[in-house]
Structures are given as structure tokens and as C-alpha cells.
């Protein structure tokens, strides 16, 4: 598989440039992460412009590249930018290919933790580091364990407090988690239940939306309405459980 | 260098345990935790046991070990046991030695990182993997890197809301974020600027506290007194901007 080698050399790359991110000043430390990212994007580019020279690209940085095509892939070079800053070995490297049906193929890498999701529309199935996954059974809320994509922004967190402090209250367990591409598939892998997030990407969801899928979830748009991953947000489910169970909780 | 062996090799059964935690019952997930859990506490008790007969231990599960000493180890055998349900490889094992002086040396290991963080009270330093390292010299609020503990529980957060609510606004990005242990050598290390939470246990920062004093940061209780790693809470800065500061931020 092409992609699984890009992904994975670049995915060492980027995993020494968080080991040797050391800073005094903030300011200095996005620009370096800047600078990996712009890195890690444009070996990312050069290798599928190579390999798949008719596709269209998109990536967070470089914007739009080449020339219109049915095909399109979308990259997002470091998903959980802020926790590389901070210092937490919980960010991946996503690529995602995009035709008329939909995200066709979906590839989600955490250097760290060597786990490598993949999924194809075709195949129907997803794995992680070549083995199938599936959702949790998991089939009641107060068994649930929810991620919300909340960062420490005020007015976020009291929107998520209005719209779910009776989830939270009433789930097993509920954790404020960043980095949509790798919380998407710990659904989609059955290590959580749930994850809701009003500010997640494109870039940061499309692959692990179809990860998900594949191992039998759920994802649905913020608002519960059908899922177009070009939006902002989403609601993801193991499917045993619904996204209006988890909206309704009392 | 003992401490470091064991907690390196303990390191790595920990995390093969973190990947094949897989289960379709949330109970059966916490249950497998709880016993990596006593499986990794009781390899440290009785490495420990073996190779320093005399001291006194205590450890979460276990409780306390051993005869009455002025020498003491405290075990947390997995600090951030939430995330790593979660599927987040941002946990860590810590170990400190707490003698009639405070805490005597104090050891910290992501397995996934690689990240291995030691002092000793004597040396008057700190290392991540054997290299010194130092806070950041960041001066100002507005460009503070900011860790809060909070959990997704709507009590806490509502808490930290009405107490950091205008610091959370102020700095240059807040995150919430758990695994005390680690985060609060992401402050040593320079990484981040400080690192607030009321909830954090004696297990989980005894060893950090003394790696983020010898790297030149502070550490406070939570309600600015002075720091007793046997009480909840604590607030960590790079000692560059005081506790005050953050705490009155308008």
C-alpha cells in the first residue's frame, strides 16, 4: 500500500520534531510547529502529485492544488497541532481520498503509538495496523464513555455545558479530547462510545469518518442532520446508540 | 541507575497492555485496567521490596507496605488511567522517594514517548532522558501556554470556569488536559507555562513536583499556600510569572 508507506516515514519525521521541540519562547514554538508542518505537507504532496498525477489535492496549508479532477485527496499533516505544543503524543497525520461517492479511501497515523487506521469504501472494512476493528456494544448511556472536542475556551465550554451536561452528568465517563482524526477511530475501534465535537475540520475528520463507518458507527453533523464531513462538527456513535438518545438524555 | 530499569521495563508491558485493551464492555475495560494496574504496582513493590528491604512503601491499590521508615516510596502505576480507556497514550508510571527532607527523588515514564523524566533533591537538577532541562522564560500572560485539570464533570467545570474563567481568556491558549504526572513536566521541560488543577492526587505529583522545582518552576497548593504534595490540588508555574499573576489575571 502506497499511502501506509508515506504516512508512516513521514509519521517518524514528525515524531522528531515533537521530541526536539524546545523552545523558551511561545511564539517560537507555533512557528516550529508551523515549520513541521509545512514539512511534513509538502513531502506528503510531492508524493501523491508523483504517484497520482491526474488528483486534485487539498491540504490546511497549501490550500487547493492541481488541476480540477473527480479525484481530490485531502490532508491534514498534523491533526492536534495545540497538543503537539503542549506536549502530548496524541496527533496524527490524515489523508483522505475524495471522489463523487463520498471519501473513498481513509488513512489515520499516531506516530507514538504506531497506530495506523485505514479503511476503503469498497472493502467495507477498517483496521487498525491490518486488523479489522468494530464499535463498542456498549447500549446504554450510563455505560457510555464520551469524548467532548471542547478546548478551554469560555464561551465553548458553556455552549457544551448547556447542550450537554446531562449527558455528561449521566455517561460512565466523559473526557474533553482534541484531535478529531484519532478520537473518530477510537470509536470506530470500540474504545469509546461516543464523540461529539462542534469544532472539528474537514481536514481533521474526513478520513477517520470513513474509518468509522466501516467498523459499524454512526456520524452524523453537529446538528444531528446528515453527515457531510465539509461542515464543521460532528456527532460520531458506535450505532447501538443513537445520536438522539445521546441529545435527549435527561 | 536502578528505578530507571524497572520503570522502563514495566514501561513497556504497560503499554502492550494499552494496545490490546480491547473489549466491547465499558466494565470489562475498566476492569482490564485495574488489573495492568496491580500487575505493573506489584512488579514495582517488589522490585522495590528487593532492593531497598528497609524503606516503607505506598502505593495506590495496594495502600501502605512495609515497616515504619523515614524513607517511603510512592507508586502511582498508571497516572491517567481515564485517557488510557480513552485510547490517549498520555499516561505514565511515577515514583518518588519522600524521606524526613520532602520528596527525595522523584522518576516519571510515558512508555509511548519514550519521555523518561528524573531528579533528586541532591543534584539539584532535572533530566529528560538523562539531558538537563529548564522552564520556559515566558514573561507574560498573554503568551502563557495554560493546562487546566479539569475532567468533563459539570461541577468541576463550572468551578474552574468561575475561578480561571478571565485566565482562560487572557492566555495564549488553554487546554484542559489530565495525567498530572506528565503535564506538569511538560512545565519543567519548558514546554508549557503552568498547569492548574484542584483535583490531582498525592500518587500522581510527588515525583513531578521535585523534577519541575530542580528545573526552576514552582508549585503551589491550589489555594496558593504553600505545596504539600499530600494534599488535592496544585497550582504549577515556570516561576517566571508568579501564581499570583495567573490567579488575578483581569
Known amino acids: ?23 523558551s519562547s511561545m511564539k517560537d514554538k507555533f ?30 496549508e497549501a490550500g487547493s492544488i492541481g488541476k480540477a479532477s473527480n479525484r481530490r485527496w485531502i490532508i491534514d499533516p498534523i491533526d492536534g497541532t495545540s497538543v503537539f505544543v503542549f506536549g502530548v503524543p496524541y496527533f496524527a497525520i490524515s489523508i483522505a481520498l475524495e471522489t463523487e461517492n463520498g471519501i473513498e479511501e481513509g488513512y489515520v497515523y499516531n506516530p ?34 464520551v469524548a467532548f472536542g471542547f478546548s478551554a475556551d469560555k464561551t465553548n465550554i458553556i455552549r457544551y455545558l448547556e447542550e450537554w451536561g446531562n ?20 470509536v470506530a475501534r470500540g474504545r469509546i462510545d461516543a464523540y461529539i465535537d462542534f469544532g472539528s475540520s474537514m481536514e481533521g475528520k474526513a478520513a477517520a469518518s470513513l474509518i468509522l463507518q466501516n467498523a459499524g458507527g454512526r456520524i452524523s453533523g453537529y446538528d444531528s442532520s446528515s453527515f457531510d464531513f465539509r461542515e464543521k462538527g460532528h456527532i460520531c456513535t458506535n450505532g447501538n446508540i443513537g445520536v438522539e438518545d445521546y441529545r435527549t438524555v435527561k
Chains 1, 2 share one sequence.
Open 31 to 60: 512557528d516550529l510547529v508551523t515549520s513541521s508542518d509545512i514539512k511534513i505537507e509538502k513531502m506528503l504532496i510531492d508524493y501523491i502529485a508523483t504517484h497520482f498525477p491526474d488528483d486534485s489535492i487539498y491540504s490546511e
Open 112 to 145: 507514538f503509538s504506531e497506530e495506523f487506521y485505514h479503511s476503503s469504501k469498497k472493502d467495507r472494512c477498517s483496521y487498525l495496523n491490518n486488523k479489522p476493528i468494530r464499535v463498542s456494544r456498549t447500549s446504554s448511556i450510563d455505560e457510555s464513555l
Open 167 to 186: 449527558l455528561m452528568a449521566s455517561c460512565r465517563k466523559a473526557l474533553p479530547l482534541v484531535t478529531p482524526s484519532l478520537t473518530i477511530c477510537n
Open 1 to 23: 500500500m502506497l499511502i501506509e508507506t508515506i504516512i508512516k516515514s513521514t509519521g517518524n519525521i514528525l515524531r522528531s520534531e515533537f521530541e526536539f521541540l524546545k523552545s
